[in-house]
């Protein structure tokens, strides 16, 4: 596994590549890297010639009052899994050459970068969205992998590299689950013991949701009373942000469920922000990704 700090010369061998006509397969993380990550990278693996997994705490889409400073990093863990997973090429590179001064562009999703978490991190897609059009153009990726726990940010991607004509595919992929039920994410490691027993509420919520819905129960008024219950019934859970049934394109709430559906919940136990989601469709198995 090669290790590029260096934006220039990671673009050199992407055209290198290009060039030679390989594939390049590419998983953007931020790091402290967990089963959930990996299993990106083993299917960027499998559907490419060359695997690039870039590792970037992106501070454009932190706010002021977020944790950038002490959100996890461990680099040499990181790079021991990755040349594990037998990848090609890690990017690490500097905020000084992501975003050197005069650095002034961002890359805005209009609209659904304002739905679900956007009203409550103000400018954090804008700052995915600016990083991620960055990467893809140092990368030039066919095929650019994402996990569907942060749904909204695979909806907001797809629709940039779409509108800009990047040339890029975007895979979705499952989301990865502790065995009791809790999405993976770097973020868990805030979570107390206390708050981390608590923490499966989510998806316990999402599935008794699910099965609400196939049990006849497509009002989402009615849905979301019952989703809301059951988070309150979880005294460590501090606020709820949102939580309900969701078109899963334009991010819109639904008033009824007559098809496919994303229910998707935003929270927070004691401090830590979590977020869950899954889809469903009226009458169908629920997927659980
Ligand atoms: P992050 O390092 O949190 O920016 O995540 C990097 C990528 O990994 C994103 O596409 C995430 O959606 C994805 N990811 C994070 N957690 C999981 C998980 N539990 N299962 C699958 N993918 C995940």
């Known amino acids: 596994m090669e290790i590029i700090r260096i934006p220039r010369i990671m673009q050199d061998i992407a055209r290198t ?29 499998e559907e490419n010639e060359i695997t690039v997994v870039s590792i970037y705490v992106n501070p454009k889409q932190f706010s ?3 944790d950038l400073s002490r959100y996890p990093r461990d680099t040499e863990g990181d790079a021991e899994k990755l040349t594990g997973e037998g990848i090609d090429i890690l990017f690490l590179p500097a905020d000084s050459l992501m975003y050197p001064d005069g650095f002034s562009t961002r890359v805005e999703v209009v609209g659904l970068s304002k739905k679900l978490c956007g009203a409550y991190r103000h400018d954090h897609f804008s700052g995915v ?4 059009a960055k990467l893809f ?14 749904f909204q940010q695979t909806v907001i991607i ?35 013991k206390e708050e981390r027993g608590a923490a499966p509420v989510l998806y316990t919520c999402l599935n008794e949701a699910s099965k609400a819905i196939k049990s006849g129960i497509i009002k989402v008024k009615e849905l979301k009373k019952l989703m809301e219950t059951r988070l309150a ?3 460590l859970v501090s606020e709820i942000q949102y939580c309900s049934a969701y078109d899963p394109e334009t991010l819109d709430e639904l008033e009824e469920i007559d098809n496919e559906a994303l229910l998707a919940i935003a929270l927070k136990i004691g401090k830590t922000r979590l977020i869950d989601n899954i889809l469903v469709a009226a009458g169908l198995k629920s997927s659980s990704p």
């Open 137 to 150: 153009n140092l990368i030039q990726p066919a095929k650019a992998y994402f996990g569907q726990k942060d």
């Open 233 to 235: 019934s979880e005294p």
């Open 64 to 66: 002021p009052f977020e």
């Open 17 to 45: 590549h290009a060039m030679h006509n390989k594939t390049i397969g590419f998983v953007p993380t931020m790091g402290a890297l967990h089963a959930g990550h990996l299993s990106l990278v083993r299917m960027a693996r």
């Open 158 to 192: 797809k629709r940039m590299a779409k509108d800009l004509n990047m040339g890029t595919d975007i895979a979705v992929c499952p989301t990865i689950r502790e065995e009791d039920g809790l999405a993976m994410s770097s973020r868990n490691l805030y979570l107390t």
């Open 129 to 132: 969205a600016t990083v991620v």
